[in-house]
Each structure stands twice: as structure tokens, then as C-alpha cells.
């Protein structure tokens, strides 16, 4: 039996699964953000969130408890302000790139402010310790997973599911297959130098500190047949890609597999964040 418990953050509801009540965990305590994908929401992610839970305890006993924290990202489920800002160009939305970019970075944003605080709301006596931070997604939760890993130094775990971590290979494509013109205003000079600076995609194939990937652990899944976020468009930097010595990068591309989040992928999931994180607790 999974327990699932919502907590409220200074006002941002956020879902908590674990294999047993939060009253009765002490001690370690790893923690997975599991990201939905565009336009879904993080009640759909509700039954994924409770098969990495029991998958992860049917391996066997660890010193370290697994919870699985979702919540909506911006402008999705209990947050939604404005759906049309959720569409792509083809559907009417001509800031398709800034509203798409902007969502996930304010994800990213969420999750080191959950890092700070959600410690002390599920354990406010101290009562367990939050020894391993992960995170993990499907589609924008797949980008939002990738620009996580490269900004937030206390995850150390990732598994991004058909996310890109290369957002103008992928969005200058996207734009020429609807017609658009890769320039402003739909892609305005102060919004593609955020990009450039910031975006995962930038020459980290170095081992050493300068590269914020290093010593990382990160499993990318991806469909083969995926044509709203094709492979093409992540390749050629996970390939290149150094995590160093302490690293561990693993990449599964699945044939026959469009654009979806499967259970085979979240058995992956389930299975690295058990070796990488619970096996050695």
C-alpha cells in the first residue's frame, strides 16, 4: 500500500508517495521529483509515482526511505491561468518558445525552493534526514529535468524521458516544420541570449568542477519514433557529454516508441534510482 499525503508549501500543493505514513520514517530519506509533461498534470502522474514507489521496495530493504514529490508545474492542473499559453505555434500561440522555456525554468526554480523548504513541513521535528535529492520527467518534465541537473547542485540523480536538453536545435526545427520564423518576435533577442546562457546544452565535456554535470548520475530515455521531441535534437550532446569518474550516464532509446511515457520507462527509472541511490544506503 503506497500512502499519498499533499502538502501545501506557502501555498503550492505538492503530492508526497511513499511505501509507508511519513509519521513513521526516520532516518534517511531520499527524495524524487517526478515532472509531468506539457499540458498533463501531476494527478496523471499520480499512478507512476506509485509504481517507482512499490517497485523500488520489491528489490528489498534499505537504510534509505524513497519519496516520490510531484506537483503541477506552472500554468498546469491547479495552477492554470491561461491554457493557450500551453500551445504550441501551430495551435495559435505565437510565444509557443518563451512560454514553453519559461514553464519549465519556473519548475526548476520550484524544485530548489522545495529543496530549501519542503524538509522541514514533512519533517519539522527533525525526524529524518534528507540524504539524496533526484529528479526525473516526461517531455517538458524531461527538459525541465535536464536544465535541473545543469542549475541545482544538491541533485545528484536524474532521468529525463523524452526531454531535450538542447532547446534551440529542437525549437528552430520545430518552428521551420510550423512556418515560423526562428527571430522576433517570436524568439526575441533578450529571450535567446537567457538561452544561450543558460540553456543545458553548452560544452560540458569537461571533468573537472567547471562542469556543473560532473559526478552526476543521469539515465536519459527516449522513444525512437518521437517526432514532437525527436532524438536528433539530444544526440549529438549526450554523446559528448562527461559526467567524469564519479558520474554515471546511461542512455536506453526505445524502437518503436513515439512521443510517451511507458511502463518500461518507469521501470528504468525505478530500477537506476535503486542502484544509484537505495542499493548503497
Known amino acids: 500500500m503506497v500512502s499519498r499525503r499533499t502538502v501545501v508549501v506557502a501555498g503550492l500543493?505538492?503530492?508526497?508517495?511513499?511505501?509507508?505514513?511519513?509519521?513513521?520514517?526516520?532516518?534517511?530519506v531520499a527524495i524524487l521529483f517526478f515532472?509531468?509533461?506539457r499540458e498533463e498534470t501531476a494527478r496523471?502522474?499520480?499512478?507512476?509515482?506509485?509504481?517507482?514507489?512499490?517497485q523500488v521496495a520489491s528489490k528489498g530493504k534499505s537504510s534509505t526511505d524513497l519519496l516520490v514529490v510531484t506537483?503541477?508545474?506552472?500554468?498546469?492542473?491547479?495552477?492554470?491561468?491561461n491554457r493557450a499559453a500551453n500551445n504550441r505555434w501551430g495551435e495559435g500561440n505565437d510565444r509557443h518558445a518563451i512560454d514553453m522555456y519559461a514553464m519549465y525554468v519556473g519548475t526548476v526554480r520550484d524544485i530548489s525552493y522545495l529543496i530549501d523548504f519542503l524538509p522541514s513541513y514533512l519533517f519539522p521535528g527533525g525526524e529524518a534526514d534528507i540524504a539524496e535529492w533526484a529528479v526525473g520527467g516526461m517531455s517538458l518534465g524531461g527538459h525541465a529535468t535536464w536544465f535541473a541537473l545543469r542549475h541545482e547542485p544538491r541533485l545528484g540523480v536524474g532521468v529525463p524521458i523524452n526531454g531535450c536538453p538542447d532547446y534551440l536545435h529542437l525549437?528552430?526545427?520545430?518552428?521551420?516544420?510550423s512556418g515560423v520564423a526562428f527571430e522576433p518576435?517570436?524568439?526575441?533577442?533578450?529571450?535567446?541570449?537567457?538561452?544561450?546562457?543558460?540553456?543545458?546544452?553548452a560544452p560540458h565535456t569537461t571533468p573537472d568542477a567547471s562542469n556543473p554535470f560532473a559526478g552526476k548520475k543521469i539515465l536519459v530515455l527516449a522513444g525512437a519514433e518521437d517526432t514532437l521531441v525527436p532524438w536528433e535534437s539530444s544526440e549529438a550532446f549526450v554523446k559528448k557529454l562527461e559526467v567524469g569518474p564519479d558520474g554515471?550516464?546511461?542512455v536506453i532509446l526505445y524502437p518503436g516508441v513515439g512521443h510517451k511515457c511507458t511502463e518500461e520507462m518507469v521501470k528504468e527509472t525505478s530500477d537506476f534510482v535503486w542502484e544509484q541511490i537505495l542499493s548503497r544506503g
Not at 500543493?13 to 534517511?28: A, C, D, M, N
Not at 506537483?71 to 491561468?81: A, I, W, Y
Open 13 to 28: 500543493p505538492v503530492h508526497v508517495f511513499s511505501g509507508t505514513s511519513l509519521s513513521e520514517i526516520t532516518g534517511k
Open 44 to 54: 496523471e502522474y499520480d499512478g507512476r509515482a506509485e509504481s517507482i514507489v512499490k
Open 185 to 201: 518576435p517570436y524568439v526575441p533577442a533578450s529571450f535567446l541570449a537567457y538561452v544561450r546562457a543558460n540553456d543545458p546544452a
Open 171 to 177: 525549437m528552430s526545427r520545430r518552428a521551420a516544420a
Open 71 to 81: 506537483f503541477d508545474q506552472r500554468n498546469h492542473g491547479e495552477r492554470l491561468v
Open 248 to 250: 554515471v550516464k546511461k
Open 35 to 37: 515532472i509531468h509533461g
